[in-house]
């Protein structure tokens, strides 16, 4: 029988503990294969303002190219303390970090291999839809073959790509309007 | 390589507009622009599911998370995930917080003049069985004021959370009483287009009521299903 979708609805201001504490910011566990990332994304609305009531969650494959999950059925091992999910919420200043590991090229399901990237959802008081983004990493030669990137106007391309930091840490801008808004997907 | 992909959404009949001007906030934290259209990839139709999340028994019953009972009436908020074609979502996480019966959120931010309750927390999980069934107890969550507009009241509400199976599949909504007088003035419940809104109201359901201890509500929710025709993969 056939059911009509549930709507979605804002996560308001005042979703807390419950949903933040019972996850990492950490997502790689000692011994997990792979090269150590700190990352920083940050929220902002169209006038440029720092977003202090926001929450992130970020979705990855492993080193290896494989996402934790029943539907990735590709013959490339899994590491055991890494399951890809995190989640975090802007702090005051509008910011929150994750430290995990580079995801390996997944497939692209008309042939070839996608740059590493990390799947993104923002939410935020104020924002009645879940909104899907993608974390990319400045200079990866395969961003020029990347099949998503070549699907938004190169104008807006560098929304979705992180720039690495004199201390090393990768950083995103997150803008939700304005000249600088973010590239969002249709997922 | 052959891999399902997720039914998207008709524009317009299930979700809210992102900008929904009678919801102030979604002002300046709409995108302006429409969203590019993605191709289901492994990225999309994998997700976190949270198998290995490990729940404790008590976490669906947010009436024991202190050291006494919190006050206001006690009630079963129970249903089931399922997808469009009506199928369960097993072992789904479902996560919930809302307010304590006066109005107020145990949470920093939250400055409405209603007392705390100190044996009232406001969070619960549970994993759905294999059925897709879920059931939290809890206590009923009053109406509380915000500042969208003179004298705005949020009906009574509980913030439900759900990951289903795939990064496609995630929802984050709000499930509210019925026949509540607030409704029809609230802008984030009538963001949704009309035909949809009465989706987010639970039911009634007097067959659950237990005698002598709380009044019951189901609420199933329904997530993206698989599209019937598999993708083919190279
Ligand atoms: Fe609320």
Redesign the pocket.
């Known amino acids: 029988m056939s059911r009509a979708l549930t709507p979605s609805q804002t996560i308001?201001p005042?979703y807390f503990g419950t949903i933040i504490n019972a996850y990492r910011q950490d997502l790689a566990s000692q011994g997990v294969a792979g090269e150590r990332l700190q990352i920083e994304l940050s929220l902002h609305d169209a006038d440029g303002a720092i977003v202090p009531d926001g929450l992130f969650e970020i979705w990855q494959a492993n080193s290896h190219g494989r996402y934790d999950h029943p539907d990735d059925r590709r013959n490339l091992p899994l590491d055991p303390g890494f399951d890809g999910f995190g989640r975090a919420s802007t702090d005051t200043t509008g910011r929150a970090t994750f430290s995990t590991i580079k995801p390996g090229r997944v497939p692209w399901p008309a042939g070839g291999l996608q740059a590493p990237h990390i799947n993104v959802s923002v939410f935020a008081r104020g924002v009645l839809n879940r909104l899907a983004t993608r974390l990319y990493f400045e200079g990866d030669p395969e961003l020029a073959e990347d099949p998503v990137l070549k699907l938004v106007e190169s104008t807006r391309r560098a929304t979705l790509i992180a720039k690495r930091d004199a201390s090393g840490i990768w950083r995103l801008p997150i803008h939700l309007g304005g000249a600088h808004e973010t590239v969002f997907f249709d997922c | 390589m052959k891999e399902e992909t997720y039914r998207r959404p008709a524009p317009g009949q299930d979700h809210p507009p992102n900008d929904s001007p009678g919801y102030k906030s979604t002002a300046r934290r709409a995108p302006s622009r429409p969203a590019v259209v993605l191709p289901h990839s492994l990225s999309e139709i994998t997700g976190p599911s949270q198998r290995a999340a490990r729940l404790d028994s008590g976490e669906n019953d947010l009436t024991r998370q202190r050291m006494g009972e919190p006050l206001g009436e006690r009630i079963i908020v129970q249903g089931r995930v399922l997808d469009q074609d009506g199928k369960p979502v097993p072992e789904a996480l479902v996560e919930i917080w809302?307010?304590n019966a006066a109005g107020r959120?145990h949470h920093p931010g939250d400055q409405h003049d209603a007392p705390l309750d100190p044996n009232f927390y406001g969070g619960g999980r549970v994993r759905a069985d294999a059925d897709g069934a879920y059931k939290f107890v809890t206590i009923k969550p009053g109406a509380?004021p915000w500042k969208n507009h003179h004298n705005a009241w949020?009906p009574a509400?509980i913030?439900f959370s759900l990951f289903g199976p795939a990064f496609a599949t995630r929802l984050i909504t709000?499930m509210y009483f019925p026949s509540d007088p607030l409704l029809s003035f609230d802008p984030i419940y009538n963001s949704v287009p009309e035909g949809a809104r009465a989706r987010l109201q639970a039911a009634f359901d007097m067959e659950a009521t237990q005698p002598e201890w709380a009044l019951a509500y189901r609420f199933d929710i329904v997530l993206r299903g698989r599209n019937a025709t598999p993708m083919e993969n190279v």
């Open positions: 308001g005042f | 809302q307010c959120y509380y949020r509400h913030h709000q």
